[in-house]
């Protein structure tokens, strides 16, 4: 609709000498009365020629030309909104060309192969995935599907670090429980790792090492620990991350940043700059030079940096490997410290305007309306392992995405678990699924050939106002990816691909498809795999399945 209007519209404004770069915006009227799009324009351009807004609109207006099949009705309203009115047969004629374009259907150029980067989940190896981390992992990756889909360059990177207290805990942890396994009085690190993991592991590394580690001085056997903890560890990421169809381009660590000299390098910069400086055996960086209330330590009195630096030395690095757009994808968590690395990132002379911060609420799950607080396994949380298991990788991928990122989720297991169409997951799905059985009955019926192609459907016979109106909302999908992508919340194209089941199920109920009208029969089928591509593509964007059969 927005091109065909823009084509029509920027031809008059030309030919009225009114296109001195005025950039074409439309949107969907608050009431459906009002037609399907209006435009500002006339508005817009009031004031660069002089005349009433409404009379500018009028000029607009009376230059117009439409075929009448295509639009049915143009107005004016308000102060000069410009508002059209599409046909039926606008809309159905063009489900010819979602049949044609199929997969591709929905994807654009607009990204201009721009080299982005999405960060996402970066948990330390200490033990596994969280439901929280599992939510990040949907909001993460749907992203990048999203920027791919609009034509970006995406890598999805995964940051870590395997050095500091954490790690020791893990190796000192990891050393206990092996030594328990021959001497069940072997003191246990009082902070230490609890997980029942940390003994799966222990009894691994006896199996590989057995009297060996026991032979060797305390300190080399916890690097031997150390190491063996964090690969089994991110062996275990990697797979339960890959369950949700998750992979990653590059693992970058942050110890890297130190051995490399990284974080020795920003330091001496802002001192250059007269932005750090030594106090209490601390160094300081002068945020309040930078606009923030008041500085901030970077490095401890007792040498250890704070998590400020190594991320402000992180992103440093993300521009310096030619990145055009940065996507960091946090936890609530992460909030009070953003300001401070992109106010860092600045004083260096790199754009924090790059820099897009997706931050995501915390997830609570929910059975018999009560919460879940433990694991089976662990002692403080429930893993994202245990949540696939027990509802299944698309379930819990769409209920990650569902609600929009800056809302607390509340994760309803009985729901989630449920095969109605009170389960959001399987209403969606189970449109596609009965499709795809239509298509199949069809095929048998010999109505059509193929239950993936139909030739040559007469869609001016889709006159049904449910025809219309299935047809016009698949239609949307370009624009709902690229609106979801550019506005970083997935949930948009949840919603939408909801919107499209519930459209199709009422075209369902309101129009028998395979019928002895041949003509009428085929059309309607063109418009049902119509409706199963643009759910199939709406579904791999999502990262959930499509199935066939339910």
């Known amino acids: 609709m927005k091109q065909y209007l823009a084509e029509k519209i920027s031809a008059v404004l030309k030919s009225l000498n009114y296109d001195g770069g005025t950039k074409l915006t439309f949107e969907k009227p608050k009431l459906e009365a009002h037609g399907d799009l209006t435009t500002n324009v006339a508005m817009v351009l009031a004031k660069t020629v002089g005349k009433n807004p409404r009379a500018v609109a009028q000029e607009i207006v009376s230059k117009l030309s439409f075929d009448a099949q295509d639009v049915a009705g143009v107005d004016i309203a308000g102060p000069g909104f410009i508002n059209f009115r599409f046909t039926g047969r606008f809309f159905t004629k063009q489900i010819a060309e979602i049949l044609a ?6 994807k654009s150029t607009v990204g201009a192969g721009k080299k982005t980067q999405v960060e996402f989940v970066s948990a330390n190896p200490t033990g596994p995935l969280s439901v929280g981390h599992g939510r990040q992992a949907a909001i993460g990756d749907t ?35 092996f030594r328990q396994l021959s001497e069940p009085d072997f003191p246990f690190p009082e902070d230490g790792y609890q997980g029942e993991y940390i003994t799966a592991i222990a009894e691994e590394l006896k199996e590989g090492q057995g009297e060996k580690l026991l032979q060797l001085e305390k300190e080399k056997a916890l690097e031997i620990c150390k190491s063996f903890a964090e690969d089994s560890l991110f062996q275990s990421i990697k797979q339960v991350l890959g369950r949700i169809g998750v992979t990653f381009d590059v693992f970058y660590n942050e110890d890297s940043l130190y051995s490399s000299g990284k974080i020795k390098e920003v330091i001496d910069e802002f001192r250059k700059k007269g932005l750090a400086y030594d106090k209490d055996g ?3 960086l002068k945020t309040t030079a930078l606009g923030l209330e008041q500085d901030r330590v970077i490095v401890k009195s007792s040498g250890e940096p704070t998590y400020r630096l190594p991320d402000i030395a992180y992103h440093r690095e993300k521009f310096k490997r030619g990145f055009d757009l940065i996507v960091d994808i ?44 433990m694991s089976k396994r ?40 449920e095969q109605s169409e009170k389960n959001p997951v399987y209403y969606v799905q189970y449109a596609h699924a009965r499709i795809a059985s239509i298509l199949r009955f069809a095929e048998s019926q010999k109505t059509i050939e193929k239950s993936t192609e139909i030739q040559n459907p007469n869609l001016d016979l889709l006159k049904e106002p449910s025809e219309v109106s299935l047809a016009k909302l698949l239609l949307e999908f370009p624009e709902w990816v690229e609106g979801t992508c550019f506005a970083y919340e997935p949930h948009r194209l949840a919603t939408y691909l909801h919107d499209v089941a519930t459209a199709f199920h009422r075209f369902y109920h309101e129009c028998r498809i395979v019928i002895p009208e041949h003509d ?14 643009v759910l199939s593509n709406g579904f791999n964007i999502l990262g959930i399945s499509a199935p066939e059969k339910m």
Not at 101 to 106: I, S, T, V, Y
Not at 335 to 358: C, N, W
Not at 382 to 400: C, H, K, N, Q, S
């Open 520 to 533: 009428v029969s085929k059309a309607r089928l063109a418009l049902c795999l119509a409706t199963k591509i």
């Open 330 to 373: 946090f936890g609530a968590d992460h909030i009070s410290t953003i300001q401070e690395v992109l106010a860092g990132v600045r004083s260096l002379g790199y754009d924090p305007e790059k820099i897009k911060v997706v931050i995501h609420q915390f997830v609570t799950l929910m059975r018999d309306g009560q919460q879940v607080k």
């Open 282 to 284: 601390a160094v300081w």
């Open 101 to 106: 374009q199929r997969e591709l259907f929905g």
């Open 378 to 417: 662990l002692a403080n949380f429930v893993t994202l392992d245990e949540l696939i298991e027990e509802v299944g990788p698309d379930v819990a991928r769409f209920f990650f995405i569902m609600r929009a990122t800056s809302s607390h989720l509340e994760f309803d297991l009985d729901l989630a678990k």
């Open 143 to 177: 992203i990048a599907n999203l920027l791919e889909w609009t034509g970006h360059d995406v890598t999805r990177e995964y940051y870590y670090n395997n050095a500091g207290r954490q790690m020791r805990m893990l190796a000192e942890s990891t050393y206990a429980r």
